[in-house]
């Protein structure tokens, strides 16, 4: 009788992005996490992967599932997944339609607003706009495809409109300015393909004026209180519009979606489909929350992988 043989998994971090040293710390994460009796797991840095010989590097490593472990533009945003598909590999989270949908912003907000999802208001712009002084202020100015709250910042007068659309124009072309809403900060992530559940939700208590890069990486940044202090509608709406957010943008294997809630009253802000795995991450605190360990999270996430990769092929 032979033993079951290890599924090759290659873990792809790094990239180009802004949050190349994220990615980093995700990938270190899955690497110790990874089952060493189930998996032969090995590290990939997708700057590896530009050009024909990349690509043929990692096919020629024949792994049965890569485990995307990228943040950011050419991680986040459906090129990479495209490139795999290509390749005919497996990998975790989304594919390219629902990682560009989500990456997007403007557009995130677009499908969500059509599926009766709330959304706050926002305008996208590729420089300052001519009458900042029409714009309702708070607004919070940030990327429109970008992660991690790189060039974000919250615009309390009109005079401060041209340095944070500026601030936002470093890191990416397009700057989407967006309705300041106050409330409670809160977060529920989602497991699953067609079988989807969300995980209890988080309330989020940022140390600094909000969920900044160093809020969410640096330890002590913020406080995560599981369950989320609100009601119970409130939670369950917060439930419900995660897992509408998850099937409306095509999600696969996880989405980790982040609004807003006043009263029973909840507003999605944006979602995420390849949330971060570092100590200070928020889908592994829900994980744990829901007594679903990290490890068993990756393996759903594998087995997510090939799953859908059995479906669309």
């Not at 809160?186 to 995980?199: K, M, R």
């Not at 957010?245 to 944006?270: F, K």
Request: net charge negative.
């Amino acid at each position: 009788m032979t033993a079951e043989r290890k599924l090759r998994v290659a873990v792809l971090v790094g990239g180009d992005s802004a949050e190349r040293e994220v990615s980093l710390r995700t990938g270190e994460q899955v690497m110790a996490a990874l089952s060493v009796a189930r998996y032969d797991a090995f590290v990939v840095d997708a700057l590896a992967l530009r050009g024909i010989d990349g690509a043929q590097a990692l096919w020629e490593r024949r792994p049965d599932v890569v485990f995307i472990a990228l943040h950011g533009p050419h991680g986040e945003d459906g090129s990479v997944q495209g490139l795999l598909d290509l390749l005919g590999l497996p990998y975790t989270g989304s594919g390219v339609l629902a990682s560009a949908l989500a990456m997007d912003k403007a557009m995130c907000k677009r499908v969500l607003r059509g599926e009766g999802i709330p959304t706050p208001w926002s305008l996208a712009v590729t420089s300052v706009p001519e009458c900042p002084e029409e714009l309702p202020v708070p607004l919070v100015a940030k990327p429109n495809a970008q992660g991690s709250s790189f060039g974000m910042s919250i615009i309390h007068a009109h005079r401060e409109v041209a340095a944070a659309v500026d601030l936002a124009l470093q890191f990416d072309s397009v700057c989407l300015l967006e309705e300041f809403i106050t409330g409670t900060e809160i977060t529920v992530s989602v497991l699953g393909n067609g079988d989807a559940v969300a995980l209890p939700v988080i309330e989020i208590i940022p140390k600094a004026e909000f969920y900044d890069f160093d809020s969410k990486y640096q330890a002590g940044g913020s406080t995560h209180i599981i369950p989320a202090r609100i009601s119970d509608a409130a939670a369950a709406k917060a439930r419900e519009y995660a897992l509408r957010c998850h099937s409306a943008l095509g999600c696969r294997g996880m989405s980790r979606t982040d609004m807003i809630v006043n009263g029973d009253d909840a507003v999605v802000l944006e979602v995420n489909t390849i949330p971060g795995m570092t100590p200070t991450s928020l889908l592994p605190d829900a994980a744990r929350a829901a007594g679903i360990s990290f490890s068993e999270v990756l393996d759903r996430l594998i087995a997510s992988a090939l799953a859908g990769h059995t479906t669309d092929n």
